[in-house]
């Protein structure tokens, strides 16, 4: 499995950027992208998580509001928006993929992810 995301940059504060994550190589039609950021010297958060097929999603609490996810089913890509962006936003935000993970369930940002995208950075200036 194959795992891309893409749209990292660097952005004022206050705003927006959109992540995409596309994943190859599943011999399913049903798994779940999630995002995942980390700074230096920190433990690596989870920020949100969806389903390819069915509704089932999850937002951290602490990004609620402010972040949300998509996906685009014929192109198979899935995307994190990031609104009213702050400094403390800034990280190297990585795309994971599984197809154990059920989005919808409790805890799916706190399980292990099988499959990881090779991040992208995301810089919010002051």
């Known amino acids: 499995v194959q795992v891309v995301e893409s749209g990292g940059g660097s952005v004022q504060a206050g705003g927006s950027l959109t992540l995409s994550c596309a994943a190859s190589?599943?011999?399913?039609?049903?798994?779940?992208i999630g995002w995942f950021r980390q700074v230096p010297g920190k433990e690596r958060e989870g920020v949100a998580c969806?389903?390819?097929?069915?509704?089932?999603?999850a937002i951290a609490d602490s990004h609620k509001g402010r972040f949300t996810v998509s996906k685009d089913n014929a192109k198979r890509t899935f995307y994190l928006q990031m609104n009213s962006l702050n400094p403390e936003d800034t990280a190297v935000y990585y795309c994971?993929?599984?197809?154990?993970?059920?989005?919808?369930?409790?805890?799916?940002?706190?399980?292990?992810?099988?499959?990881w995208g090779q991040g992208t950075q995301v810089t919010v200036s002051s």
């Open positions: 190589g599943f011999t399913t039609d049903h798994y779940a």
């Open positions: 969806l389903s390819s097929t069915d509704g089932g999603l």
């Open positions: 994971a993929a599984d197809d154990l993970v059920v989005p919808g369930n409790p805890g799916a940002l706190d399980v292990m992810w099988h499959y």
